[in-house]
């Protein structure tokens, strides 16, 4: 058999559950999903626990094992992630947190978590003082992020990814960073002295005068959280043998994609929002397709709308995708092994990520099919595919697609 | 409840694909099958990925599997399995590999890698020279295979299967045997002296001579590869309260058997081949039933045909399986927990094993019925036992078979 591409479409937080105001009905249930329903009667359809059962799993999680990974052995938190999504890619052992640019007064009480939701140039004019520091002999590298936000990597002997959040997540006084464990003592003071030379370096910056001239608060200080360790990752063409891709707007995503050594390729007007193109992202899958052994899509349209509780929006954003996956279908040839999932499930009752199974169909030729008319959270619950785990769609894909090895003879 | 017997029917191959030619039904789909339909309605269906989703099994590591043992803990390499097939059981630490008698010329380039299809006696006769040689103080013991093979068993202290192929799979030079692992240095040493030796003493043989006479090529070398190492195994005996046997045809399957510590049933006219006796099979089923408390019977003929690739032979091998399940159900008593299955899939479209889940009936008294009417890739998936792995199967048999222990009280 000649070898097949694959793609993987993650559709963000499509999973729901039932929604009084459709009637009882998923958001998935109650869009008209015609191209959707397409790939489930040609191919098979399942439910998926993306980390385990009952486990909510971020997007962060749940896209390390879609990838394949074992995301208890290479997550310790997102902070390596975000920075990664901004381009700083740490190596081996590095720690990174988020960041928030926030507002303090003088007894370090956060007045404003996001600085008045402060943005490029400002954040990137005042993370330049910041540049080359070293404390304790480990370089410190600063970033700015979307809006408000920044990344912190730490990059030295004797680091650990064990300590507290200084972001106490409320307008209260900042927290101390504390260690988790005791080798990460170190590690947390060199926080702890980074966010005070922040406060002294940023409180006097002529970027923060100009904003209390303007009535803006001052974005004053760094508070860090979610402190995690680069991971000692196989990359993920050299552990699949294959070249792949990843699209998204997300940042996050974008992150993901390259701490696993995925190729993230830009696309003009996919923002992440819910405004992205969703055309251009499909005619940037089609492209990709013909040079890219392996493609993962993320669209997260739908978790948007689900994060807000807005079931009409949420069957709307699942009506465009399902228009997205029709051109896609239409100009992806026969010779691909498709998957279309989420990531998990968002729903419109939560407003949050629950630990529900996404729904899952795969479709390539020589599909035994299973009899599924329908692509939602029910008619997949009864697919051949059966109830599988988050790790085990990538190994499927791979054999559909002729790629995998065999165990014994 | 009365102990009952156990049988595990394993149609090698026998899952398949959507095959175009069978208007997008599988082998099993498409077969009549009176008799496997017969267990499915009164059994409960389900599909089974015996190794892990998307895992390719070979037959050797799926039959560990299926007899309750995990093959990533078992399984070093096929050698020591068929070693074991023919008749050449290893202990614990011994290292064994598969051979074949090629010819080569004077620079070591295989020029024949089967030495013109080679087979007993002439085998035989050339093995009894290489018969009670020490290398390095380690017992080398060699014996021929059917056809063109051969095993070689290496015993003694600091052995490791950690080396490479001799074999070079292709008529090209001969590989050199390399240690995969530094401890492995010794083990290669004594390979590479081996392969030496071999050439030596073939070379001059007078069979070769003989062949040469009559324009065969000569079998002048043998070509090890497939190392591995005999397991530390609990045999099957022990580990599960029963006396059990297997009826195969194919070497290595009565190999593992033999790894495992079960005995081997010898059916005359089970060739292993598309010609095999199945009603001899059955017979002998029936009556090991009748002395022993677990029968595994694998039929071979499935795979065959699927790796042919020819579609309408595997339904008419599917065809006469079914009526050697006919004879078996009418012969066998109520009192027997029966599972039909196959080890892997061998898909028609692919020629080979794929990754794809095999179907799965179990049938005894008081099954809770799934509704299910066919036993095939598709019906099973939508079955009561749902999707499971191999290594789950026979704890399920032992347990309706009233011979499973309770964990707690």
Sequence with gaps: MKKRNILIVVMDGLGDRAVAQLGGMTPLQAASTPNLDWFARNGATGIVDVISPGVRPGSDTSHLAILGYDPYEVYTGRGPFEAAGVGLVGKK???????????????????????????????????????????????????????????????????????????????????????????????????????????????????????????????????????????????????????????????????????????????????????????????????????????????????????????????????RLDGMMGRIREGMGGDVVVAIMADHCTPIELKDHSGDPVPLVVCCEGMVKDGGVAFDEASCAKGGLGRIRGKDVLPILIDKAGRSEKFGA
Aim: charged share 30%.
């Design 93 to 319: 052992g590095d720690v990174a947190f988020r960041c928030n640019f926030a507002t303090v007064d003088a007894n370090m009480v956060v007045t404003d978590r996001r600085a008045g939701r402060i943005k490029e140039p400002d954040t990137g004019e005042l993370v330049s003082v910041l540049r080359d520091i070293r404390i304790q002999g480990v370089e410190v590298i600063v970033k700015e992020a979307t809006e408000h936000r920044a990344v912190l990597l730490l990059r030295g002997d004797g680091l650990s990814a064990a300590v507290s959040d200084v972001d106490p997540h409320d307008e209260t006084k900042i927290h101390e960073c504390r260690p988790l464990r005791p080798e990460a003592t170190k590690t947390a003071e060199i926080v702890n002295d980074f966010v005070r030379r922040s406060y002294d370096s940023l409180n006097r910056h002529p970027v923060n005068r100009r904003r209390e001239q303007s009535g803006l608060p001052p974005a004053n200080i760094l508070l860090p959280r979610g402190a995690g360790i680069f991971p000692d990752i196989v990359p993920f063409n050299e552990r699949n043998g294959m070249r792949g891709a990843v699209v998204a707007g997300v940042s996050l995503i974008k992150g993901i994609a390259r701490v696993c050594g995925l190729e993230v390729v830009e696309v003009k007007g996919a923002t992440g929002g819910l405004d992205t193109d969703v055309n251009a992202k499909a005619d940037a899958v089609l492209k990709l397709l013909r040079e890219r052994d392996f493609v993962l899509l993320n669209v997260k349209a739908t978790d948007i709308a689900s994060h807000d509780g807005d079931a009409s929006k949420k069957v709307k954003v699942i009506e």
